[in-house]
């Protein structure tokens, strides 16, 4: 490449920097885009769906119910109840929709406090686009007011405990992944939506990476402890043995090639089923394509 060519495209990006903030400085911004049905419909099915925002923050964890304050978990600092994200005073009626994204991106509340949770762990890759469904279907809620608790983290714990694990947040743009790569797609359900490996991925330890997929660790909800099984394509110890059909009926019926019913009290299976079909056809697909681990 000629020497000249990287100064003229730098000169360029200040161009188009430059325009873009005196755009941005001017008094009226344009309205914002009407919501489109099409948009409230993935916020429904992105919440409901491989989402599962209930599974926490609903009190019985179910779909459906209202995201008034729910369960009780426990992450590396303890006890954390799933606060109340309607849009009332206990819940997060205050929170503008870029709030909301600063949180989905860099797990930042707007008074500034840092929230250091793995129970959102892979939601900071989340498209640009499902991230507006998901915000523009959650402002479409009824407001309920709740006694659900906000978990406080301090100072000491946050810096110490968190301190090595924590994560810069995702600044810029995140584009949407099409469906024609269906495995990719899918991944992207998996590790930023759905995020199955905060419970079906081994722990990672001093010494050890996690093993992505590859289970035993213990989930504890509500004060009930469950180990989480390998989910790899291992034949002896994940589902190598299970079709992508198999797969993708385990999504719409919580069952599995055996007939055994897995417990939606910690898988969130009844959540799953409600993702639209295609979206469960990537996933399923994707998850057929884990490399196995023992
Ligand atoms: C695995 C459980 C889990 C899932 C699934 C989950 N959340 Fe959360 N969420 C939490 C917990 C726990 C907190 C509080 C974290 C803390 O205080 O450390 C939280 C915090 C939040 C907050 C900040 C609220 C506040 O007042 O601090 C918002 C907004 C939020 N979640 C939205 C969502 C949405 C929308 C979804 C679905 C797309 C979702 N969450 C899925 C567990 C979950
Ligand atoms: C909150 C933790 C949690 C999340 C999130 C979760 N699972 Fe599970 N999953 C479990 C537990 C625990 C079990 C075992 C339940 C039982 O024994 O009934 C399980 C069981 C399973 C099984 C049955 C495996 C077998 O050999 O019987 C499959 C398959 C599975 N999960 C896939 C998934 C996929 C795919 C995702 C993400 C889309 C996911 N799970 C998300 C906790 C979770």
């Not at 990672?204 to 213990?218: C, H, I, K, N, P």
Request: proline fraction near 6%.
């Amino acid at each position: 490449m000629a020497w000249w060519r990287p100064l003229i495209i730098s000169a360029l990006a200040l161009i188009s920097v430059s325009a873009l903030s005196a755009c941005s400085s001017e008094e009226s911004l344009p309205p914002p885009l009407p919501i489109s049905e099409d948009t409230l419909v993935r916020g429904r099915e992105l919440t409901e769906g491989f989402g599962a925002c209930g599974f926490c923050h609903a009190g019985q964890g179910r779909p459906g119910e209202a995201l008034s304050g729910g369960r009780l978990f426990v992450d590396l600092y303890g006890e954390v109840p799933g606060p109340n994200i309607t849009l009332s005073e206990s819940g997060i009626g205050s929170w503008t929709e870029d709030d909301v994204r600063k949180f989905f991106r860099g797990n930042v509340r707007p008074d500034g406090d840092l929230v250091y949770s793995p129970l959102h762990k892979g939601f900071e890759w989340i498209s640009d686009r499902d991230l507006t469904a998901l915000i523009a279907y959650l402002r479409t809620q009824p407001a309920h007011e709740s006694t659900a608790e906000r978990r406080e983290v301090s100072f000491f714990e946050r810096n110490t405990t968190g301190f090595f694990r924590s994560k810069p947040a995702v600044m810029g743009y995140v584009p949407q992944i099409t469906t024609s790569f269906k495995t990719e797609y899918g991944q992207y359900l998996i590790d930023s939506i759905a995020r199955c490996s905060r419970c079906h991925s081994s722990s990672d330890t001093l010494f050890s990476e996690e093993g992505y997929m590859a289970g035993g660790r213990e989930i504890e909800i509500n004060g009930v402890m469950k180990a989480a099984p390998n989910i790899t394509s291992s034949k002896t110890s994940g589902i190598g043995e299970w079709s992508e059909a198999q797969i993708k009926d385990f999504f719409h019926t919580g069952r599995t090639p055996n007939g055994k019913s897995v417990d939606p009290a910690f898988c969130p299976i009844e959540f799953y089923r409600r993702a639209s079909a295609e979206d469960i056809e990537a996933a399923a697909r994707y998850i057929r394509s884990i490399p196995a681990t023992e």
